[in-house]
């Protein structure tokens, strides 16, 4: 599904509508219906459950003078930024389909991504004790390209995933990203010198989420779980 251009709280107010007739579905043994839902927001902080409200450094005149706002959700994860040029995700799935636990759920979301940014020649990958797909991980060079924060309850997941194609980084000068101090923020356009269009990123993008999900099967010798896209 993509539901283009959407201010953050219609697409969070939709979201929770879809996790929780995945939810009741499951529960009451009737079929379930998996999506990904790709979007772009206006500019928007979101500050997750175990976020700090001390990594947002503007108040709200300066968050009105940036044409932004800011909602605490109920993710994981602390302080992001959403906004114009940026591809979100959001996987509402029933991860007993794809026979998933949260922590290989999130490995196949960094993996996707691991993906995709290969096959534009970027070098991507994991850092310990950091969600997400960085560049030169380890390295005083280290920078994010993509954050993760997922909700999950009954095993069905909603939020998901932010990636920088073509977004405007200086909108992550104004917080402390994920909670680091120390660490860097990147962007498609700003690897390879040139703009990338969100489009192209979301189509690759969906297909290797699809690819990843399909190698999970629903049951032995049965292909993936039923999915909507």
Not at 16 to 33: N, Y
Not at 124 to 138: F, H, K, M, P, Y
Not at 139 to 158: D, L, N, Q
Request: aromatic letters at 8%.
């Amino acid at each position: 599904m993509d539901w283009g251009h959407i201010p953050y709280a219609d697409a969070w107010e939709r979201q929770t509508r879809l996790f929780d007739a995945l939810v009741h579905a499951k529960q009451a043994g009737e079929p379930c219906q998996n999506r990904l839902i790709f979007c772009e927001h206006p500019h928007v902080y979101t500050l997750g459950r175990s976020g700090k409200a001390g990594n947002m450094l503007l108040d709200e005149a300066g968050l009105r003078a940036l044409g932004a706002t800011l909602y605490h959700i109920d993710r994981g994860g602390d302080i992001t930024y959403h906004g114009p040029g940026q591809v979100v995700c959001y996987p509402i799935l029933n991860l007993e389909e794809f026979h998933l636990g949260l922590k290989s759920y999130i490995h196949l979301l960094e993996e996707a991504v691991i993906r995709l940014c290969e096959s534009y020649g970027i070098a991507g990958g994991r850092l310990q004790g950091a969600t997400g797909v960085w560049l030169e991980g380890g390295t005083p060079r280290e920078r994010k390209i993509c954050a993760i924060g997922v909700r999950c309850s009954h095993f069905v997941t909603m939020h998901g995933l932010a990636l920088n194609v073509d977004a405007d980084l200086n909108y992550f000068s104004y917080i402390h990203p994920c909670g680091f101090v120390d660490k860097g923020v990147t962007s498609l356009s700003r690897e390879l010198g040139r703009r990338v269009n969100p489009e192209e990123a979301k189509t690759r993008l969906s297909g290797y989420l699809q690819q990843l999900l399909a190698a999970k099967p629903s049951d032995a010798g049965a292909p993936g779980a039923r999915f909507n896209c």
